[in-house]
């Protein structure tokens, strides 16, 4: 007759929770309990959830002991599963979109996080942040000074920005007084990393096939050769026309951006459009544009634009 299996409540690293193992494969080592008396179980376990396997280490530290509230004597029990992983912790999907040191640098802090070792996990999330500054080209004589630029410029909020101070904080308090922080604190830390990576790098790359606002020139320019490559006008058109739905994404700063147009034009930079006449319709004067021979027209390669 089959023994039935031998089941523990341990962390399971793909469902990021404690969930009920059973033990596939166990040694277990006993010390002489007229000296100190411990006891080490090694085990190989498999989540009954996911299937997933994991390695286990078991301390039964029988010298450690006391009276709990039922006045039941208890000992101390210490486990560590392998691989180590930071409970009820996700993680970031579609790391491959971070640049290769900042993820490098985010995973060894992971590491460190999931060991325990709380000081370098901090030190660590504040060198991810020094990071995504080198990479972003963000200037600054100290880490204070980059984390204002990075608002400055559009990358963080003012929310945001007030946040990674915080985690300057605490990565000082770690590197020059070796102060261990609070796991509870440097778990909202980790969150707010988690964040800073995910809307600089990963939500930027999701959202290249969503419209967004044109706020410059030149990405008005790649939007106008957009619509111009698919236009089937025969006729001169006016601006709005030849921008059809996408005029939306212009906003107030279509006046502004037609002024910029002409100019291409006149300099023969925009070489797919020629000012044609003026027309006044309902009392105000519409420059059309005839739109010249696209057939070269392609979308480059290395174009970002979502359209």
């Known amino acids: 007759m089959t023994a039935e299996p031998k089941v523990v409540r341990t962390d399971c690293r793909t469902c990021k929770s404690v969930t009920r193992n059973e033990i596939l494969c166990e040694h277990i080592a006993e010390t002489d309990p007229e000296t100190y008396h411990e006891k080490d179980s090694w085990q190989i376990v498999r989540c009954l959830g996911c299937h997933t396997t994991g390695f286990?280490?078991?301390?039964?530290?029988?010298?450690?002991?006391?009276?709990?509230?039922?006045?039941?004597?208890?000992?101390?029990?210490t486990t560590i599963v392998y691989p180590r992983l930071v409970r009820n912790h996700s993680g970031l999907k579609g790391?491959?979109?971070?640049?290769?040191?900042?993820?490098?640098?985010?995973?060894?802090?992971?590491?460190?996080y999931s060991d325990t070792a709380y000081v370098l996990a901090s030190i660590g999330l504040r060198a991810t942040i020094e990071a995504v500054?080198?990479?972003?080209e963000i200037s600054g004589s100290n880490l204070e000074k980059r984390i204002d630029q990075l608002y400055k410029t559009g990358n963080v909020s003012n929310s945001d920005k007030k946040r990674l101070?915080?985690?300057?904080?605490?990565?000082?308090?770690?590197?020059?007084e070796v102060k261990e922080?609070?796991?509870?604190?440097?778990?909202?830390?980790?969150?707010i990393v988690e964040h800073l990576l995910n809307s600089v790098f990963i939500l930027e790359k999701k959202s290249k096939s969503l419209e967004t606002v044109i706020e410059n020139y030149e990405e008005f320019s790649k939007l106008m050769e957009s619509c111009i490559k698919s236009s089937d006008a025969a006729q001169a058109a006016s601006l709005g026309a030849i921008l059809g739905t996408k005029r939306r994404l212009v906003g107030n700063n279509l006046?502004?951006?037609?002024?910029?147009?002409?100019?291409?034009?006149?300099?023969?930079?925009?070489?797919y459009l020629t000012l044609a006449q003026v027309e006044n319709i309902g009392g105000k004067d519409v420059q059309l544009y005839s739109i010249g021979d696209v057939s070269d027209?392609?979308?480059?390669?290395?174009?970002?634009?979502?359209?």
């Open 56 to 77: 286990r280490h078991r301390n039964d530290d029988y010298e450690q002991v006391w009276e709990d509230s039922d006045g039941d004597v208890r000992h101390t029990i």
């Open 95 to 112: 790391t491959a979109w971070i640049p290769a040191l900042i993820r490098k640098v985010y995973r060894q802090t992971l590491s460190a």
């Open 133 to 136: 500054c080198n990479h972003l």
């Open 165 to 176: 101070h915080a985690i300057r904080f605490l990565g000082n308090d770690a590197a020059h």
């Open 181 to 191: 922080p609070k796991e509870s604190d440097l778990r909202v830390a980790l969150e």
């Open 255 to 271: 006046d502004n951006f037609e002024t910029q147009l002409k100019s291409s034009i006149d300099a023969g930079t925009m070489k």
């Open 297 to 307: 027209l392609t979308k480059s390669e290395d174009d970002d634009f979502p359209f």
